[in-house]
């Protein structure tokens, strides 16, 4: 079984610039989700969709970041204007449905840097 | 605000060597805890714990819950150089429409020295 897929692996931009990431989550999973994760700390949620519908986006810094996952299968995060503090791991992760017993499943993540 | 603390941050042991990693939480909702091994990027499940006193054995590996202390202990036992990685104990807790939120604690550093 496939797992998670992410690209780009690794970006380099310069601050005030836009960047985007994509994730293809395991076939089947309605559920999908975009994590933050800076150096030293753990992942942090920054938006839940259901299928297509977006069911906890409570932490997304929503004046710079987007998400959508239009035909509830892909999605794309997106940062507009990157800042320096955004440097981080954005992780995706999928599960077949949103209750307590289906398992996230992780992708290898996006590095991030922001100069 | 919900919080989930782990220790040590980091920790250098030998092979061999038994570990035990700590996660406590404090959490609305709580519905079960996790555990996750993070070696490079991308987290591998572990354990998923929901009951108190009930251990979870994986090989080496294994784990518990106390639900009225709030907290979890991961133990590796005869250690290996491939244990070396970052361990994430993370708290599910329903929110809003969120039926599985994960709150993630801060990792535990783990290196095994051959």
Known sequence: ?????????????????????????????ATLYWYQQILGQGPKLLIQFQNNGVVDDSQLPKDRFSAERL????????????????????????SLGAGSTDTQYFGPGTRLTVL | EDKVVQSPLSLVVHEGDTVTLNCS????????????????????????LTSSGIEKKSGRLSS???????????????????????????????????????????????AVQP
């Open chain 2, 25 to 48: 939480y404090e959490v609305t909702n709580f519905r079960s805890l996790l555990w996750y091994k993070q070696e490079k990027k991308a987290p591998t499940f572990l354990f998923m």
């Open chain 1, 71 to 94: 035909k509830g299968v892909d999605s794309t995060l997106k940062i507009q204007p990157a800042k320096l503090e955004d440097s981080a791991v954005y992780l995706c992760a999928s």
């Open chain 2, 64 to 110: 518990i819950l106390d639900k009225k202390e709030l907290f979890s202990i991961l133990n590796i036992t005869a250690t290996q150089t491939g244990d070396s990685a970052i361990y994430l104990c993370a708290v599910e807790a329903p929110y809003g429409g969120a039926t599985n939120k994960l709150i993630f604690g801060t990792g535990t550093l783990l």
């Open chain 1, 1 to 29: 079984e496939a797992g998670v897929a992410q690209s780009p692996r690794y970006k380099i931009i310069e601050k005030r610039q836009s960047v985007a990431f994509w994730c293809n989550p395991i076939s089947g999973h």
